[in-house]
Nanobody, 121 residues
Framework: QVQLVESGGGLVQAGGSLRLSCAASGRVFSINAMGWYRQAPGKQRELVAT???????NYVDSVKGRFTISGDGAKNTVALQMNSLKPEDTAVYYC???????????????WGQGTQVTVSS
């Protein structure tokens, strides 16, 4: 069993900051990448930022320069520092991990339960 537990969402005014955290626990052998996705009402889930085990990062254009993703491979955690938040950042944010549960296993995607981020104007 694998669990991804998120924390750090909430309500903030435009221009403010929030930090999201996510920890993977359970039967985790190795993690290839972790990341954050978001889904706003009536919209499809979109990638926000990802980080690989080699610390390569990728961001959606709309958050570049404002959000920073970081990871700790030893602790199986990932964080998203969100600065200069805008109302259009309002969404449910989901943690994702691409991992395998044993040496010979296939990598699969696992998801957290989601945390609400609301940015007021």
């Amino acid at each position: 069993q694998v669990q991804l537990v998120e924390s750090g969402g909430g309500l903030v005014q435009a221009g403010g900051s929030l930090r999201l955290s996510c920890a993977a626990s359970g039967r985790v052998f190795s993690i290839n990448a972790m990341g954050w996705y978001r889904q706003a009402p009536g919209k499809q889930r979109e990638l926000v930022a990802t980080i690989t085990s080699g610390h390569n990062t990728n961001y959606v254009d709309s958050v570049k320069g404002r959000f920073t993703i970081s990871g700790d491979g030893a602790k199986n955690t990932v964080a998203l520092q969100m600065n200069s938040l805008k109302p259009e950042d309002t969404a449910v944010y989901y943690c994702n991990a691409r991992l395998r549960r044993d040496y010979s296993g296939t990598y699969y995607d696992y998801w957290g339960q989601g945390t609400q981020v609301t940015v007021s104007s």
